[in-house]
T-cell receptor, first 108, second 114 residues
Framework: QKEVEQDPGPLSVPEGAIVSLNCTYS??????FMWYRQYSRKGPELLMY????GNKEDGRFTAQVDKSSKYISLFIRDSQPSDSATYLC????????FGTGTSLTVIP | GAVVSQHPSRVICKSGTSVKIECRSL??????MFWYRQFPKQSLMLMAT?????????EQGVEKDKFLINHASLTLSTLTVTSAHPEDSSFYIC??????????FGAGTRLSVL
């Protein structure tokens, strides 16, 4: 079993939709949970990070961590074509583990 | 804050030559730097982890003599691809960690070996 599982998609939504991206994990020692956005031919950009459980909001983005279910989510409200990218989840307990990424396309 | 600069963004070289890629943390001291390789439409592949002043730790299957990593200061790490061949053509990305469990990535370097 992989440490971090992420559905690769692809996910295609109309502009303005709410997008839900998810990852599951198996290691209960993870304390830091991150979401990165990667545009084609660019390095990943840190969107948000959360320490331990709970929610964090930044503009149109909300990150949620449910440690009891070993499940994290990233919600994007009012999605825009510029949100089209690959989204990577990542987790750490000293060592880093990345999901494989979900490809998102927002259609105008 | 937490900006990582990677240079060059694109390099084309002849087979047999060596290529150096620089990774700098601009506004923080990076206790650990990482080097990744990424093939089209695939996820990140960790190549090596380096701590300032120490030898890099390479992942299984990564040739140490082919991919030389130097982490001479808390703000600079370099990856040198020695005697590059066409199969080394790829997208190389560095990242840096402050010691808090978060990585910040550079913009990547696209290497094409002719």
């Amino acid at each position: 079993q992989k440490e971090v599982e992420q559905d690769p998609g692809p996910l295609s939504v109309p502009e303005g939709a709410i997008v839900s991206l998810n990852c599951t994990y198996s290691n209960s020692a993870f304390q830091y949970f991150m979401w990165y956005r990667q545009y084609s031919r660019k390095g990943p950009e840190l969107l948000m990070y959360t320490y331990s459980s709970g929610n964090k909001e930044d503009g149109r983005f909300t990150a949620q961590v449910d440690k009891s279910s070993k499940y994290i989510s990233l919600f994007i409200r009012d999605s825009q074509p510029s949100d089209s990218a690959t989204y990577l989840c990542a987790m750490s307990e000293g060592q880093f583990y990345f999901g494989t990424g979900t490809s998102l396309t927002v259609i105008p | 804050g937490a900006v990582v600069s990677q240079h060059p963004s694109r390099v084309i070289c002849k087979s047999g030559t060596s290529v150096k890629i620089e990774c700098r943390s601009l506004d923080f001291q990076a206790t650990t730097m990482f080097w990744y390789r990424q093939f089209p439409k695939q996820s990140l592949m960790l190549m090596a982890t380096s701590n300032e002043g120490s030898k890099a730790t390479y992942e299984q299957g990564v040739e140490k003599d082919k991919f030389l990593i130097n982490h001479a200061s808390l703000t600079l790490s370099t990856l040198t691809v020695t005697s590059a061949h066409p199969e080394d053509s790829s997208f190389y990305i560095c990242s840096a960690s402050t010691g808090v469990n978060i990585q910040y990535f550079g913009a990547g370097t696209r290497l094409s070996v002719l």
